[in-house]
C-alpha cells in the first residue's frame, strides 16, 4: 500500500516543481509564492525603453526598445533563438493582437552575450499598419527582451506603451 501511494505522490509533486531565481548577490529576499514555494528574488540589472520613430516608407510604425544595462558587473544574457527581443500589440483586454515575432524567422541555436555595465542595447520593430488598425479601443504595446540568465528568469521586465494616439498616415497601395 506504501509504494503506490509513494509513486502518486512523486507523479503528483513533480507536475509542481518551479525553477528558482538565482539571485547575484547574496543579500536576496526569499518570497513566498501562492503555492507555498518559496522563491529568491534578485533585482532586474536591464531596463528598458520604448520609443516611436515614426513611419517608414511602407507605412509601417517605427518603433525601438532601447534597454540599458543598469548593474555594476558584467552579466551574461542566455538566448535560445536569435532573437533578442519582440513587440507585442495588446487590446483593451491585455490579449495580444499582433506580434512582431508572428512575421519573422530566427535561427534556433544557443547563443550567449555578455552585456556590460552602461552598455545600451537596442532592437528595432517595424508595425504594420493593419496591426493598428485591427486594435479595437485603447491598445499597448509590449516589449519582451529575449536574453535570460542561465536558469531562465528574466533579465528585464516587460516595457509597455500606450498606443492611444498614434497617428499612423494610411500610404495607399502602388499601381
Request: glycine share 8%; charged share 15%; with cysteine.
Amino acid at each position: 500500500m506504501k509504494l503506490p501511494l509513494l509513486m502518486l505522490s512523486l507523479l503528483l509533486g513533480a507536475g509542481c516543481a518551479e525553477a528558482v531565481v538565482t539571485p547575484t548577490t547574496a543579500d536576496a529576499d526569499l518570497r513566498q509564492q501562492q503555492n507555498g514555494f518559496k522563491e529568491h528574488t534578485m533585482d532586474m540589472p536591464l531596463i528598458g525603453a520604448l520609443t516611436v520613430e515614426g513611419t517608414d516608407k511602407r507605412g509601417k510604425l517605427m518603433v525601438t526598445l532601447t534597454v540599458t544595462h543598469q548593474g555594476s558587473n558584467v552579466i551574461t544574457a542566455h538566448f535560445t533563438s536569435g532573437m533578442g527581443a519582440d513587440l507585442w500589440l495588446k487590446d483593451k483586454d491585455n490579449r495580444r493582437v499582433w506580434a512582431w515575432s508572428q512575421e519573422m524567422m530566427f535561427t534556433q541555436a544557443l547563443r550567449q552575450t555578455q552585456i556590460a555595465p552602461g552598455e545600451v542595447l537596442t532592437h528595432k520593430f517595424a508595425v504594420p499598419q493593419q496591426a493598428l488598425s485591427s486594435c479595437q479601443g485603447p491598445c499597448q504595446f509590449e516589449a519582451i527582451f529575449a536574453g535570460t540568465t542561465a536558469g531562465r528568469s528574466p533579465l528585464m521586465a516587460p516595457v509597455s506603451m500606450s498606443v492611444s494616439g498614434l497617428a499612423v498616415p494610411s500610404i495607399p497601395p502602388r499601381s
